[in-house]
């Protein structure tokens, strides 16, 4: 199962967000932006969809 969009509102440094996501996505930005709170937010998500969200580390697996 993919998790196709997701909203988050008042999360740490995300006031609002609704977002569309392909079957891979690749957040890029200067620091500070809320990457990391967007990945966190996934990552809480992620149970609940069953999916696999993964940091990048290149290990394949959620970290």
Not at 5 to 18: D, G, V
């Amino acid at each position: 199962m993919l998790l196709r969009s997701m909203f988050a509102q008042n999360y740490r440094s995300l006031r609002s967000i609704h977002m569309d996501l392909p079957g891979t996505a690749l957040f890029l930005g200067e620091n500070g932006v809320g990457k990391s709170n967007l990945y966190r937010v996934l990552k809480a998500a992620a149970p609940m969809s069953r999916v696999s969200i993964c940091c990048g580390c290149g290990h394949g697996r959620a970290r």
